[in-house]
């Protein structure tokens, strides 16, 4: 029985295996809404962080067991989410026909060409942004080849944009390894992009960009329509901030994280100064601000897009709670930066408000895996 109350009706676990830990959140599907049932989640310490736990495929079964076992989950399905940077992702535009096998046939074609790796030795998924069938665009335009010159005139003949994603075959088996191992049953392997526009974005519509921040790694993902139109990933996270804090102040591991929270009692104008902790929290986030505002710039050339403007940033992950976080992005970037909040279209008793808002960040991409099944 989960923590919020068992059911004899089908629930939906998602589990998402990051580089410091498993995240694991179990919803109810309650007349088309989701209910919280349970959840749990292992932190590892920076300094124990080495290989990846998917590199040993024992190790995560048993840790997943443990996780599932605190967190009194009761389902034995779940989707599972692929990294960010395991993840060949590429937009690409296919002539319209009348014959569907046709175009699926063009776009594995092109995709051949394009793949880090043999596509034999690939899973690949093609999401089609366009309607297969219909003489129009979403906005009623047509859209012109990929990788033709700015010189070329537009072609008048329509195309499909797809999204093709897709990831090696001996990643895949890890998790089928791991989760064999946990006695559980893989459903689906979902990207991280998609869980976190389900759990964070919604029907939303806006063009937003997801600003992921782990431990190691801060993810960006652009979202337009839905759609996650570019995806970027760089090796910065709250564990540089940790180390950073300990080198330059002389503490243990342990005081170095609880001074991150301590910042949370500096007013925002603290941000403004230049020497003292807010300093070295903008030391680290310069890297990050130097690739949003890269990403920004691939975005606003990309052809096949329909909009050329970020509005707004979404922050989460497991270092989204760093003090101010919000408003020094925002101050510097001069944008609406906010931290998601994944529990917006699930249901929980409300005396959880305050522990679920704290630990809602690192659950993210666990609560849109959950939430697939019930699409």
């Known amino acids: 029985m989960g923590w919020f109350g068992g059911s004899t ?3 939906f676990l998602g589990v998402d295996i990051g580089s410091s830990g498993i995240k694991v959140v179990e919803l109810l599907n309650e007349k088309g809404r989701a209910r919280l049932l349970t959840y749990g989640y292992s932190e590892r310490r920076p300094g124990d962080l080495t290989l990846p736990l998917l590199d040993d495929p024992k190790t995560a079964a048993n840790l997943l067991v443990n996780v599932c076992k605190r967190a009194g989950t009761t389902s034995v399905k779940a989707v599972a989410s692929l990294p960010l940077a395991s993840v060949f992702s590429t937009l690409i535009t296919v002539p319209r026909e009348k014959d569907e096998k046709v175009i699926r046939e063009t776009v594995q074609s092109q995709v051949r060409k394009l793949t880090p790796m043999p596509l034999e030795e690939m899973i690949t998924y093609s999401t089609f942004i366009d309607p297969l069938k219909g003489s129009k ?3 009623g335009t047509s859209i012109p080849v990929s990788n033709r010159s700015p010189n070329d005139s ?7 944009r797809v999204l093709v994603t897709g990831t090696a075959k001996s990643l895949v088996q890890k998790y089928i390894e791991t989760f ?4 559980l049953e893989i459903q689906a392997l979902d990207t991280e992009s998609f869980a976190l ?19 190691l790694r801060t993810n960006m993902t652009i979202v337009e329509k839905g759609i996650p139109f570019l995806t970027r990933s760089i ?3 709250g564990a540089a901030l940790t180390k950073k804090i300990m080198t330059q102040l002389g503490l243990s591991e342990e005081q170095a994280e609880q001074m991150k929270y301590d910042l949370g009692t500096l007013p925002p104008d603290a941000l403004s100064l230049t020497e003292g902790i807010p ?7 310069h890297p990050i ?21 970020v509005e707004k940033i979404i922050l989460t992950g497991g270092s989204a709670h760093l003090p101010h976080l919000p408003e020094f992005l925002s101050q510097t970037l001069q944008m609406n930066v906010y931290r998601g909040d994944p529990w917006a279209r699930v249901i929980f008793p409300p005396d959880l408000r305050a522990v679920l808002d704290e630990v809602g960040p690192r659950l993210a991409v666990a609560v849109g895996l959950a939430m697939r099944e019930m699409e």
């Not at 919604?202 to 937003?208: E, H, Q, R």
């Not at 300093?279 to 986030?285: D, G, H, P, R, Y």
């Not at 949003?292 to 897009?305: C, G, H, V």
Request: no cysteine; net charge positive.
């Open 279 to 285: 300093a070295i929290l903008e030391s680290i986030t």
């Open 235 to 237: 090796n910065v996270g």
């Open 180 to 183: 064999k191992g946990a006695k």
């Open 137 to 139: 665009m979403s906005d």
């Open 154 to 160: 537009i072609k008048k003949k329509e195309y499909i």
């Open 9 to 11: 009706k089908k629930s």
């Open 289 to 309: 601000l130097n690739e949003i505002r890269y990403a920004f710039d691939i975005y606003s050339r990309i052809e096949l897009t329909d909009n050329k403007r």
């Open 197 to 215: 526009i389900r759990s964070l974005v919604g029907k939303d519509k806006s063009t937003v960009m997801i600003l992921d921040i782990g431990s």
